[in-house]
């Protein structure tokens, strides 16, 4: 028995689930058999139970039955000596790369060799740890496409990268149809393209960064119109309301003055009906009398009886009707009010539907591609000579500013930087998108900067209120707050610089021909309109001029 089960395929009384040895074997009705565990768990929670192998679904669940004839022969195979399915379970898998080594049922590969062209398990793999003979050889992660490495031609590794045809290539082929063309190591090339690749990664990084912060702006923007435009409704309702409430009071009111008015006229009218009706009665009783004696035949009667005294009526009654005009001034008084009003509200509700409209989310537009479109944003700047220090020469229409070693004949003004200070701002005050381009000769700073910097320490990227560039022929660096920011760059004797006010953004390139080169960009939230300045390195003829790209 054991002579013959030392040639039984060890996969035949192993789980395909758990890949060890069975262990409590049953089978279920599709006839394959699992650990009795394994295919619990395989099924646990499940609705329609399937066989894992062949995918054939049983409901309800199947009663599961020991496979005594798995079991007794698991049992007397670990008798005889046959090992257990390693206890890792590092038997390769579909997805797994497996040893190119192991005979039978392979073990997972645990590294690839790139000399070999073999990958090996942890097994085979010792050799190249302990034997000096495979100490050049480089290992790497196991991968399936190590042929893919080999030279279809010369069956050699394609060690060798062609720049010329941007392929990778065997030695043979470097001296065969690739001769004459560029060609290097391949481990060369990657080292080459890794560093580009971190270069790239640094630069997309830093842009996710600058994502992130401009997404959180943006956030905090929505939640500061949501916060405006809630106080503006709430605080909106509440003076309408005072309106409204307002208007019905007076509506309240004139009602009621003239329900009053009403009652009185009223009373009063029936007052002069009472009357009337009493003297009407007092006439028609007369009238009656007079009527009964001039039906009188006896003469002697009718003449001895005397006529009653008919009295004038006292009072004289000038009755005018005006059928619903009695008010009428009343209507008049208030549709003339309710005109005025809708006059006010109809010039007013201009004012405030304006300001409605002029409320405008300042996102930020995305900076020009090309030389050519920043120039469409291009500011002419002259420089102030209030601001001038007094051994800066002002020439070419206050565009440009040189070191002298004479004082300058400026007059004292409030305006200008202290005497160590050899610096100037220009006139304008910037804001919008607006480009400029400053050429220049020896060290200086270019910088934009708030009027009046409230700091003591005035020299331009030493303060909170500017930002400057510090250029010379070695390095630049970027000032702000008293903050030094080393950058990289080729020297260039042109530096553009690139502001949109509303979006927060500074920008400062250099120009070589055509071509823009970013050397730095800031996002940060101005609050004031910028001037543009030098600080020019205190050296005689040392110069710096802004451009005339108008």
């Known amino acids: 028995m054991a002579q013959r089960g030392n040639h039984i395929n060890q996969e035949i009384i192993c789980c395909t689930i758990c890949l060890d040895l069975l262990k409590h074997p049953v089978t279920i ?14 099924w646990h929670g499940k609705v329609i139970y399937s066989c894992p192998v062949c995918r054939k679904s049983f409901t309800p669940r199947p009663v599961l039955l020991k496979n005594t004839m798995l079991a007794a022969l698991v049992e007397e195979l670990k008798k005889t000596g046959l090992d257990e399915a390693p206890a890792d379970h590092c038997y390769a898998g579909a997805e797994d790369v497996a040893c190119d080594v192991c005979t039978g049922r392979k073990l997972r590969a645990c590294k690839s060799c790139l000399q070999c062209l073999i990958s090996y398990c942890e097994k085979h793999l010792q050799p190249h740890y302990e034997l000096p003979a495979f100490g050049k050889h480089k290992l790497v992660e196991p991968s399936k496409k190590l042929q893919e490495s080999i030279c279809s031609r010369h069956h050699e590794a394609m060690k060798m990268f062609c720049r010329t045809d941007h392929q990778c290539i065997c030695y043979l082929c470097s001296v065969d149809e690739h001769r004459g063309h560029e060609t290097v190591l391949a481990e060369t090339e990657r080292t080459e393209r890794q560093r580009e690749l971190e270069g790239s990664r640094q630069i997309i990084q830093q842009r996710i960064q600058d994502r992130e912060k401009e997404v959180k702006r943006l956030q905090e923007e929505e939640e500061a119109i949501d916060c405006s435009a809630d106080k503006a409704v709430e605080d909106s309702e509440k003076m309408f309301t005072e309106l409204i409430r307002l208007m019905e009071k007076r509506s309240s009111d004139v009602k009621q003055q ?11 009218v029936k007052e002069l009906q009472e009357k009337l009706e009493k003297e009407m009665a007092d006439l028609m009783k007369k009238d009656a009398e007079l009527k009964l004696l001039s039906q009188e035949e006896d003469l002697n009667t009718f003449l001895q009886s005397s006529l009653p005294p008919l009295s004038e009526s006292t009072e004289s009654f000038s009755i005018n009707v005006r059928p619903l005009r009695y008010f009428e001034d ?15 509200l109809m010039d007013k509700w201009k004012n405030v539907s304006l300001n409605v409209s002029k409320v405008d989310v300042l996102l930020p537009q995305p900076e020009p591609e090309t030389r050519a479109g920043f120039l469409k944003y291009s500011r002419e700047i002259t420089l102030d000579p209030n601001t001038a220090h007094t051994q800066l ?8 500013a040189t070191v002298t070693r004479h004082t300058q004949a400026y007059p004292s003004h409030p305006e200008r930087y202290k005497d160590y200070v050899w610096q100037v701002l220009s006139k304008e005050g910037l804001t919008g998108r607006c480009y400029w381009e400053v050429e220049w000769r020896g060290g200086l700073s270019i910088a934009v900067s708030y009027k009046n910097p409230s700091s003591e320490e005035c020299r331009f990227g030493y303060n909170d209120k500017s930002w400057a560039l510090e250029c010379d022929k070695n390095n630049y660096k970027f000032w702000h707050n008293g903050v030094k920011t080393p950058l990289s760059g080729h020297w260039c004797n042109r530096i553009g610089v690139y502001l949109d006010h509303d979006a927060g953004i500074l920008s400062f390139y250099c120009i070589m021909d055509d071509t823009m080169t970013l050397l730095h960009r800031i996002q940060t939230t101005f609050t004031e309109p910028l001037n543009a300045g030098l600080w020019i390195y205190v050296f005689p003829g040392k110069n710096a001029e802004f ?3 108008i």
């Open 29 to 42: 009705p599709c006839g394959h058999s699992y650990c009795m565990d394994c295919i619990l768990s395989f």
């Open 330 to 344: 009343v209507t008049a008084a208030v549709s003339d009010l309710r005109d005025k009003l809708q006059d006010v």
């Open 547 to 549: 451009c005339k790209l």
């Open 258 to 268: 003239v329900r009053s008015q009403q009652k009185r006229e009223v009373s009063r």
């Open 393 to 400: 020469l002002l020439s070419e229409g206050n565009r440009k």
